[in-house]
């Protein structure tokens, strides 16, 4: 009988399991997909919300690429429950599947502050697709949107917003926007350039109530100066969905912790995405990287060790970037390194195109870097590419470590002559060379 | 895999010229402008040795595995391209490829990056020197070596004592 694998979660992490599968097996096996939503992109739904994409655009495994792939899908359906002594899943309709492997790639959840009057009309997250439709239907041009929380998320939707032609007001608990992704010198240098595109700013403010007033919003904050709003979108922060592993006797601390494998305290049930705790491949200690590209290679890796390959995986390496009125902002590893000591923090400046990086050290190695500039600017040399290479590749930079701490605006030099290329060209996360998407190789 | 032929570059004989940039350039955007070059020619020791720099076609394709609408795919020759019909422009290829070898193009709002001109790389032609090839290699680091021989010890000398 063919090997059944069992998949939970269709998002990126997910979706990547069960391409690889299909690309490394050498027998075709069952593949199940259990999946809450149809599954698409979230990373590309803030194109959706600006109009320049179809929401046609944003689905990754629709159901005639899940026919081509051989999976059966229960899609619109939750896990509840997983007893992997017997080898068994159990959705919220009361169906049960068995399973020879399982992959936990439940992803995260908007979450908002429990504050009253939060849940109100008018008043969104920007996570789910069904979520996101609301907002689109809301924002048009002349509204005025406040987004809630100043992180990632909600820097990915303000392009769009502001091209809808709304005005947008951002409120942050915290004394600074983007507290997880850049300093506080880089958040200066963004919120200026914000201001001169004319979006408002409210740092260290902190939400009381929202209340509904002539079909409007009102915020109430704490430090007084209620803001007025007609859609309200709450960027909080999210929280790992690892509730339905509860009693399952999977081993979760922050996440579901993973061995080198991807594969937990239970050696058939891997976990892979948001809601792993694998290793962080600069620090070499387990982390939740809630991030993309860590989604996509864990999700590789887990497919090609079901699939029968011996496939380690280094680790991830956390990494962002954003575009804000094109300006560009990008981060690295351990951009924040609180043990680096002084003198292996470099910064460097130009106010005047609102340039702004900073590079990590531990020796003479990069472990964290981050970078802020004008696109205009930016993508005449990519040195965000090339700052990552000499993260990712931990490349000895010996005397060019000083050249950097003189020179932080050229890169280039130090990154070809220290010889990263010939470091990173072997590298390949599953240890061969990748397909192009969309290939199906050895399904029956 | 399909073909193996790769631009190989041989910096020692690059005199700087641009050419290969105002090539690309035209090649890919329609427009004399090396800021829309996906080759780019840099200084080393100083500014006495030039070389071009592209994308390696690497085997991970780092770009093509970041992308998570498929927009990036291997063409006929083997070339990591970008499907403008796909790409939404929301550059996570741009971080994840570890050589700084994807750009995006704030005008048209999509990635971009070489694509071997569909087998016939304008930059080769351009070349009056022979310092960029179409043939067939294995991907190398072309530069490493010469960079290494020539601005680490420009480095060493001009900086002096580690760059003080």
């Known amino acids: 009988m063919a090997k059944r694998h069992v998949i939970v979660g269709g998002g990126t992490a997910g979706h990547n399991a069960i391409n690889a599968i299909r690309q490394e097996e050498r027998e075709p096996a069952e593949i199940v997909l259990v999946a809450d939503e149809r599954p698409y992109s979230r990373m590309v739904l803030p194109y959706y919300l600006g109009r320049t994409i179809a929401e046609s655009h944003v689905y990754t495994a629709t159901p005639p690429r ?60 920007f996570w789910t697709l069904e979520q996101v439709r609301r907002v689109v239907a809301e924002v048009h041009a002349g509204s005025h949107v406040v987004m809630v929380g100043a992180g990632f998320i909600a820097f990915t939707i303000l392009n769009s917003i502001l091209a809808l032609g709304a005005r947008l007001t951002i409120v942050e608990i915290a004394p600074r926007i983007l507290p997880r992704m850049i300093d506080r010198t880089g958040a200066e240098v963004v919120e200026g350039w914000l201001r001169t595109h004319g979006v408002e700013i409210r740092a260290g403010a902190t939400l009381t109530a929202v209340e509904q007033v002539g079909g409007r919003r009102r915020l109430r904050m704490k430090e007084g100066g209620d803001i007025d709003a007609d859609v309200v979108i709450m960027a909080t922060g999210i929280k790992t969905n690892l509730e339905w592993l509860q009693g399952s006797g999977v081993r979760v601390n922050r996440g579901v912790v993973v061995d080198d494998h991807l594969r937990s305290s ?11 705790e694998g290793r962080d491949l600069i620090t070499g200690q387990p982390d939740v990287h809630a991030i993309e590209p860590t989604a996509m290679e864990h999700g590789r890796v887990v497919g090609a060790n079901m699939a029968g390959r011996d496939v380690a995986y280094r680790g991830s390496l956390l990494m962002n970037i954003l575009d804000v009125c094109h300006l560009d902002v990008a981060s690295f590893g351990r951009w924040d390194d609180p043990g680096a000591p002084e003198a292996d923090v470099v910064v460097g400046a130009r106010p005047e195109r609102h340039g702004y990086r900073k590079l990590l050290w531990r020796g003479d190695r990069l472990t964290g870097a981050m970078i802020v500039g004008r696109a205009d600017d930016v993508w005449t040399t990519n040195d965000v590419g090339m700052l990552k290479g000499l993260v990712q590749s931990g490349v000895p930079l010996g005397a060019w470590k000083e050249y950097l701490r003189r020179n932080p605006f050229d890169v280039k030099r130090a990154f070809v002559a220290s010889r990263t290329t010939a470091r990173l060209l072997p590298e390949t996360v599953l240890g061969r060379p990748s397909p192009p998407p969309g290939i199906v190789w050895a399904t029956a | 895999m399909a073909a193996t032929k790769v631009l190989k570059i041989v910096p020692e004989r690059c005199t700087g010229c641009l050419r290969c940039e105002l090539a690309c350039s035209y090649m ?35 770009c093509m595995t970041a992308c998570p609408v498929g927009a990036i795919t291997i063409s006929a020759v083997g070339a990591k391209v970008v499907l403008d019909d796909q790409c939404v422009g929301c550059k996570l290829c741009t971080i994840a490829c570890p050589y700084g070898t994807m750009f995006y193009n704030p005008d048209t709002t999509k990635a971009f990056k070489c694509n071997l001109c569909g087998g016939d790389p304008a930059c080769a032609h351009a070349c009056p020197t022979q310092a960029i090839l179409y043939e067939d290699a294995e991907t190398a680091d072309w530069l490493g070596d010469f960079a290494a021989g020539r601005a680490t010890p420009w480095l060493e000398t001009v900086a002096g004592n580690g760059g003080r």
């Open chain 1, 266 to 276: 239970v050696s058939n049930v891997y976990a892979a995405g948001d809601v792993a």
């Open chain 2, 28 to 62: 890919q955007t329609g427009t004399f402008q090396p800021a829309k070059s996906v080759i780019r020619v840099s200084p080393f020791e100083g500014h006495t040795s030039y070389a071009p720099y592209t994308c390696f076609q690497c085997a991970e394709g780092w």
């Open chain 1, 66 to 125: 899940l026919a081509q792939l051989g999976v059966k899908a229960h899609l619109g359906r939750r896990a509840v429950g997983l007893d992997p002594k017997a080898g068994k899943l159990t959705l919220d309709d009361g169906t049960v599947i068995e399973y020879d492997d399982l992959l936990v790639a439940t992803g995260s959840s908007a979450v908002r502050p429990k504050v009253p009057g939060v849940d109100g009309p008018g008043i969104h997250s």
